[in-house]
Each structure stands twice: as structure tokens, then as C-alpha cells.
């Protein structure tokens, strides 16, 4: 069973920068892509950004490009999120994930994804 464990969450100011980092327990033939996903209150899970964990392919959602960079350090199993220019949409609960998904079009979907950590809060202010 692998566990995901974030950090990095909280509050900020629009225009403000925060960093997400996850921490993997191992890497299996099961966690080939790690990233984040988000949830507003009323709204789905939304896939965010994703990293494939044996090489440097990545996958943003529209509304993060430019402004978010998902990065990896496999010596310490760790995947980052930096966000810049945040923006009071951006909040959420964002969790990390980790699977295997089939193609492209499956990289951002949420039930291509079989472990997930808790989560943690971000919230932007106007």
C-alpha cells in the first residue's frame, strides 16, 4: 500500500505563490504518474497537474498553465507544486495522487488514480 503524505498548504493573498510537496512511501509499477487534484466545495475533483515519475512528461489543466509547475525528486520520492499568481478560483483541497493511467486522456482524470493522500488546504484571498 502506498502512502502519500502533502504539505505546503494554506492561505495567501491573490497574486500570492505557495508550494505543494508530496512525499511517496515507495514507487511501484502502480504510481508510474504522481500529481495533484483539487475539490472546491460543490464541485468535482478536478485533475491539476501530473508528472510521470520514471521520466519528465507533464500534464496541466488549462486554467493552471503558466501559472503552476509540477516538479519530481526521485532520490526522496517527492513531487512538488509550485503555484504563482494564485487566484481566489485556485482555492480548494488539494490532494495528491498517484497511479497508472492508460493514456493522455486518462492522465488528468481522477478514477485513473488508486492512492490518494489527505489532502491540504489552499485559499487565496481577493
Known amino acids: 500500500q502506498v502512502q502519500l503524505v502533502e504539505s505546503g498548504g494554506g492561505s495567501v493573498q491573490a497574486g500570492g505563490s505557495l508550494r505543494l510537496s508530496c512525499v511517496a512511501s515507495e514507487y511501484t509499477y502502480e504510481t508510474e504518474w504522481m500529481g495533484w487534484f483539487r475539490q472546491a466545495p460543490g464541485k468535482e475533483r478536478e485533475g491539476v497537474a501530473v508528472i510521470y515519475v520514471r521520466g519528465h512528461s507533464t500534464y496541466y489543466c488549462d486554467s493552471v498553465k503558466g501559472r503552476f509547475t509540477i516538479s519530481q525528486d526521485n532520490a526522496t520520492r517527492t513531487v512538488f507544486l509550485q503555484m504563482y499568481s494564485l487566484k481566489p478560483e485556485d482555492t480548494a483541497m488539494y490532494y495528491c495522487?498517484?497511479?497508472?493511467?492508460?493514456?493522455?486522456?486518462?492522465?488528468?482524470?481522477?478514477?485513473?488514480?488508486?492512492?490518494w493522500g489527505q489532502g491540504t488546504q489552499v485559499t487565496v484571498s481577493s
Open positions: 495522487a498517484a497511479g497508472s493511467p492508460n493514456c493522455v486522456l486518462e492522465y488528468l482524470q481522477s478514477n485513473a488514480y488508486i492512492y
